[in-house]
């Protein structure tokens, strides 16, 4: 997506994109009385942890809600960090009007969607923050593509602002400094499976096999595994109770290597495609 600054290219995939980090830690504070089946609808999990100190003096306050609606999850936020906005982009930071709307109970696709070219939105965390790939835009051009985990140009908690003054994570630090109640589920993928918090006995199968400061997919290669620790290439896999699950993990891709079910193309604000580079 190019979040020091977006343009279009014919080649890239931009998706649904005004919507949609570094090692990750595992922090285990789960909060054991909220639902966590991948079968369900969890509209409660959907909380920020109280007594944040929110983005900082001047700054809207992080809202997020969530409803079951139908066989739908449905998400509503304004986008903001509920933790001190530390600029790591020249883009600012504003209040948006996210909308999201999931299965419930999603199902696996016929075949994976791949996610390599795909400039926006992922999915989002429970604290209502837009999930975007291991990948950045084509700006600055000495890191066009490139890992921004890597290329450390992400905050604490792994996010930082688009074009559009959007703040979006890349990875996801699920801990209370950054706003977290629980770290079981810590936010969904738009085909609506969840996405699991890190964890240090599950693993990425991707392995650096390049220099990921730019052109970041082809600098990492997934190799597949016999364990049922290391993830599949969506960076996901079936949990004992038989649902699908992604996993945050500490390294490649951090969140989501591929959709395992179908990507839901969202609406109004959420689907708007990214402005051209200024």
């Known amino acids: 997506h190019g979040s020091l600054n977006h343009m279009k290219l014919p080649s890239i995939l931009l998706g649904t994109a005004a919507i949609g980090a570094g090692a990750l830690c595992a922090t285990a504070f789960v909060v054991p009385t909220i639902a966590t089946s991948a079968s369900k609808c969890d509209a409660a999990l959907f909380t920020i942890k109280a007594g944040m100190p929110g983005a900082g003096s001047g700054y809207a306050k992080a809202k997020v809600s969530a409803e079951c609606s139908g066989s739908n999850l449905v998400v509503t936020s304004n986008g903001m960090p509920s933790y001190a906005y530390v600029a790591k ?3 600012g930071l504003k209040t948006q009007s996210w909308k999201w709307t999931v299965p419930a109970a999603p199902k696996k696709a ?11 939105t992922i999915g989002f965390t429970v604290t209502g923050i837009p999930i975007y ?14 890992d921004p985990v890597y290329n450390g140009i992400l905050d604490s908690c792994k996010g930082h602002t688009g074009y559009m003054a959007d703040y979006h994570d890349h990875a996801i630090l699920a801990t209370a400094s950054c706003g977290f109640a629980q770290s079981k589920i810590v936010g969904y993928a738009i085909d609506g499976f969840p996405i699991y918090g890190a964890s240090s006995s599950i693993k990425s199968g991707y392995v650096k096999t390049g220099n990921p400061k730019s052109n970041s997919w082809a600098a990492y290669t997934y190799k597949a595994s016999s364990s049922k620790n290391v993830l599949d290439k969506c960076n996901g896999r079936t949990e004992a109770d038989g649902s699908y699950a992604y996993h945050a993990t500490s390294t490649f891709p951090y969140t989501i290597g591929c959709f395992k079910g179908t990507p839901v193309t969202q609406r109004g604000a959420a689907e708007a495609p990214m402005p051209p580079m200024r």
């Open 89 to 91: 982009t020249p883009n």
């Open 110 to 120: 016929s075949k994976v969607t791949s996610i390599t070219t795909r400039l926006g």
């Open 133 to 146: 790939g291991p990948m950045e835009g084509p700006v600055p051009a000495n890191m066009a593509f490139g």
